[in-house]
T-cell receptor, first 116, second 112 residues
Framework: SAVISQKPSRDICQRGTSLTIQCQVD?????MFWYRQQPGQSLTLIAT?????????ESGFVIDKFPISRPNLTFSTLTVSNMSPEDSSIYLC?????????????FGPGTRLTVT | RKEVEQDPGPFNVPEGATVAFNCTYS??????FFWYRQDCRKEPKLLMS???SGNEDGRFTAQLNRASQYISLLIRDSKLSDSATYLC?????????????FGSGTRLLVRP
């Protein structure tokens, strides 16, 4: 499976500010995904990011709040804009596996965000 | 109704026990199914995909019942290192893309 890294691993931010999270993959991938995991909850898909096209957002998530860039096949960023304490979560990127398993996804280590 | 439902547990079992987790899903058009494992403060890791005929990987056995929209995971001879949260995950295909729907997870505690 691909090796996925995320930066930063954690951050504490003040409300009203923005944070950009980076996701780097060691191989070229078509689809990258951004998830949120709120405290004590399971994962929720924020958006799907394909290189060369606009990200596709899930219901409840909008581009103004979570702008995404996908400049090439190995990199993506997610920005959490105008943060509030409710944005405190773990944010994870994932990629589809390159093996034979259809739709299998592999996750980065996550970015733990605390908004004060 | 949640799209993917799991018993949250926790399941507290002794080493060597056999434990089974169940999961139901609501979308009959779902095509792919997975079990992920998530350790505390870590990312989810793929444990195994679930195939129609059922599949086994060492001490782990996954089964799928499409008619009942039910997935199970059996862990035999539990180890202390099996303690984690197990996430049932279902794939939904939409237009030209797809999305994974995660259950809320079942927590397993294996005691000495």
């Amino acid at each position: 499976s691909a090796v996925i890294s995320q930066k930063p691993s954690r951050d504490i931010c003040q409300r009203g500010t923005s944070l950009t999270i980076q996701c780097q993959v060691d191989s070229q991938v078509t689809m990258m995904f951004w998830y949120r995991q709120q405290p004590g909850q399971s994962l929720t898909l924020i958006a799907t990011a394909n290189q060369g096209s606009e990200a596709t957002y899930e219901s409840g998530f909008v581009i103004d709040k979570f702008p995404i860039s996908r400049p090439n096949l190995t990199f993506s960023t997610l920005t959490v804009s105008n943060m509030s304490p409710e944005d405190s979560s773990i944010y994870l990127c994932s990629v589809e596996g390159s093996g034979t398993g259809a739709y299998e996804q592999y996750f980065g280590p996550g970015t733990r965000l605390t908004v004060t | 109704r949640k799209e993917v439902e799991q018993d949250p547990g926790p399941f507290n079992v002794p080493e060597g026990a056999t434990v089974a987790f169940n999961c139901t899903y609501s979308n009959s058009a779902s095509q792919s199914f997975f079990w992920y494992r998530q350790d505390c403060r870590k990312e989810p890791k793929l444990l195994m995909s679930v195939y129609s005929s059922g599949n086994e990987d060492g001490r782990f056995t996954a089964q799928l019942n499409r008619a009942s929209q039910y997935i199970s995971l059996l862990i035999r001879d539990s180890k202390l290192s099996d303690s984690a949260t197990y996430l049932c995950v279902v794939n939904t295909v939409m237009d030209s893309s797809y999305k994974l729907i995660f259950g809320s997870g079942t927590r397993l505690l294996v005691r000495p």
